[in-house]
């Protein structure tokens, strides 16, 4: 198996977008391979055994599984550069329990919000904003969920930004409208080299959330 | 220190709150155990110390704002504490697939424990069981990999792996007892078997595991509150 790095990923996913910025902050060289997730290639199986999913970071022939995870991996073998959790112990216990929030709520609730329709729509958009206000409390007056610098909460809830148009979209509401601040913070991370070029397009996303509803006939 | 620097909120039924408990321990460092009888509902403490999600276990070290999530408090003892025994391994590599296999445990191994008592059907309860065995059969193949031959996945001493797991043995019994049945069975996980024993009688973990008489009369009266809440809800 090659020495090096390589991520087995799939564009739209935000999971997949939160390894490749942190790879991209420390400024790491490595093969990025599209999987078509209706065939999965050999290697994903065989490096990702037990849930089959992306993305997969393959560091020495080595597999690391789970988005957050990687971030953490990445951040302790490049430690020399760009941190991502803080030094501080609490800081970076609180650091972790934010991160976990946004795994526990906003891919759930998101997803809900573009294949329901009606009361289950209604709740899941509501709990979802209310997630949101949290985050932004969270926030505060800081430049980034990190403080001045950029950090680990940054990365694990920066990608969904790129998905809000598609939840707007389908949901028919403004997050903006709602969450000001925290659409404030997605623009500031969005003028970082890391997250601009991590982030797929929403556009592109949009017509993927589309066509997931022709594949799954939601309407 | 006082004893009363380093508060833990808990339930002594859960596996979750055996968690911080066992990490201390290890580390030796003196602390106030608060238990919560969530069957008779949350305290202002709790609610107060965890406003985000309303569990315990919960950590309250000095004056810093509580620390919430089993495994996130167990992390920042370790860090915390840095001069006692290391409880996540040294080398990055390492921690990462600690961190994978506990999360497995927490987010779908567990789970399907959960659901053997409640599975409604015969199809439903094989399924589980299934999904329960299919789990150990991994964590005996991670135990080999982690331990290095060593006692347990944390190598000489209990890790963050050893505590991740070994808090749900308790609730394996239970389930194995009810049930009727070995899923901790010389013939498949002869590892995992003896690792148990080892990791039940640590000194860190003895009096914190509940006693499996006493988890079991709890669990009949879980089960029984689930059953009667799925009976009446399918009732309107």
Not at chain 2, 203 to 219: H, I, Q, R, S, Y
């Amino acid at each position: 198996m090659e020495r090096g790095v390589v991520l087995l990923d799939f564009w739209p996913s935000m999971f997949g977008m939160r390894t490749r910025i942190a790879l991209a902050e420390k400024e790491i060289k490595y093969e990025y391979r599209e999987e078509d997730l209706r065939n999965k290639s050999d290697l994903l199986l065989q490096m990702n055994p037990v849930h089959k999913k992306i993305p997969v970071l393959i560091h020495n022939g080595k597999p690391v599984c789970e988005s957050l995870n990687q971030v953490q991996y990445i951040d302790e073998v490049w430690n020399d550069r760009a941190p991502l959790l803080p030094a501080n112990t609490y800081k970076r216990a609180n650091a972790r329990f934010w991160a976990d929030f946004v795994d526990k709520k906003i891919y759930d609730l998101g997803s809900k919000i573009w294949r329901t329709k009606g009361e289950e729509q209604e709740a899941a958009k509501k709990e979802f904003i209310d997630c949101l206000k949290l985050l932004e409390g969270e926030l505060g007056d800081n430049h980034y969920f990190g403080g001045k610098d950029f950090g680990y909460v940054d990365v694990a809830l920066v990608p969904f930004y790129c998905w809000f148009y598609a939840y707007e979209q389908c949901g028919n509401f403004s997050i903006e409208a709602e969450c000001p601040k925290l659409i404030a913070w997605a623009k500031r991370c969005m003028q970082k080299e890391s997250v601009a070029k991590s982030l797929a397009d929403q556009e592109k996303i949009y017509e993927f959330v589309l066509h997931l509803k022709k594949v799954f006939g939601i309407e | 220190m006082a004893t009363s620097e380093v508060k833990v909120l808990g339930s002594w039924p859960s596996p979750y709150a055996m968690r911080p408990r066992i990490a201390l321990n290890l580390k030796s460092v003196d602390y106030e155990y608060i238990d919560e009888k969530l069957w008779e509902g949350k305290s202002q403490l709790l609610l107060q110390s965890n406003p985000v999600h309303k569990k315990i276990p919960v950590l309250i070290h000095g004056d810093r704002k509580p620390i919430c999530e089993s495994l996130i408090i167990v992390q920042y003892i370790d860090e915390a504490w840095s001069s006692g025994p290391s409880i996540l391994p040294s080398d990055p590599y390492d921690r990462a697939v600690a961190r994978f296999w506990a999360a497995y445990l927490d987010d779908k191994w567990f789970p399907a424990v959960k659901s053997v008592g409640v599975a409604k059907g015969e199809e439903a309860k094989k399924a589980a069981i299934a999904q329960v065995e299919e789990g150990l059969a991994l964590m005996e193949e991670a135990l080999g990999g982690c331990s290095k031959g060593k006692g347990f996945f944390g190598g000489d001493e209990i890790g963050y792996l050893d505590i991740a797991f070994g808090s749900f043995l308790g609730w394996l019994r239970v389930t194995e007892r009810f049930n009727d049945m070995k899923q901790l069975d010389e013939g498949k996980t002869p590892g995992l078997v003896e690792w148990a024993d080892r990791f039940s009688s640590h000194a860190a973990v003895k009096d914190v595991m509940p006693d499996t008489d006493k988890l079991a009369e709890f669990g009949k009266m879980v089960i029984a509150k689930i059953r009667a809440a799925g009976a009446a809800a399918e009732m309107h």
